[in-house]
């Protein structure tokens, strides 16, 4: 599909759909991003992946890759290290993330047992990345709404990549998850999504149509597919 508004400037893709090597994207006044080249005013995917832009910058996610962070992403991830001045987190990236003792209270602590009142080695947190440019490993706050400490609930990993397909467009998807299962949803963009039910079994059950849509994510249909998972699956659970 071409969305094209004058001959010189135009997208050649849709998002999430499959693109090959050398396969053009777009023409005109867009910038190359992840797995994309530029030659005169056209770019081109460099792999097979699926297509994404954000504004003008385009760029082609691989069918499953690492997390590589964006100021302003929400994830969740655990604690592995502490010290004096904050904590190091595993946000499932070849990048781990820096917590500072000052984005995660606003009241001054020197003493060490302090930090570990705060947060301890192996707590899950949900954050929001602050600062980040490849040249340095990111930076994290737990300091807005809804940011803290995660205290109970299950979490399942799935592919970055498919992180877009599990919200849908204009959140339909993910919507359609939290309506019929009355679970919360917290849907981290590095690849793990928090899921909070009344029952264990309820979140089993959702997490295994999250599964679903991982696996069938590229598949025309999933969303007739996946209300009926929901009603077969967690109809009993409630």
Sequence with gaps: MCISWDDEVAIFTQKRQ????????????????????????????????????????????????????YVGDLV??????????????????????????????????????????????????????????????????????DLGRVTRGKVVKISPSKIPRLIGKKGSMINLLKKESLCDLTVGQNGVILVVCKSPEAEEAVIDVIRMIEREAHTQGLTDRVSEALRRRIGGTQ
């Design 18 to 69: 499959i693109v090959t090597p050398g396969e053009l994207l777009a023409q005109g006044e867009y910038y190359p991003e992840l797995n994309t080249f530029k030659e005169k005013d056209k770019i081109y995917s460099m792999i097979v992946g699926l297509f994404d832009y954000r504004g003008n910058r385009l760029s082609v996610m691989p069918l499953k890759h690492c997390y590589i962070p």
């Design 76 to 145: 969740i991830g655990k604690v592995v290290d502490s010290g004096m001045s904050g904590w190091t987190v595993d946000i499932n990236s070849p990048y781990s993330a820096l917590l500072p003792l000052t984005e995660a209270t606003s009241r001054p602590h020197s003493i060490r047992k302090e930090v570990e009142g705060i947060l301890r080695i192996g707590d899950l947190i949900k954050a929001k990345v602050i600062a980040f440019d490849r040249t340095k490993d990111p930076i994290l706050t737990i300091r807005d709404r």
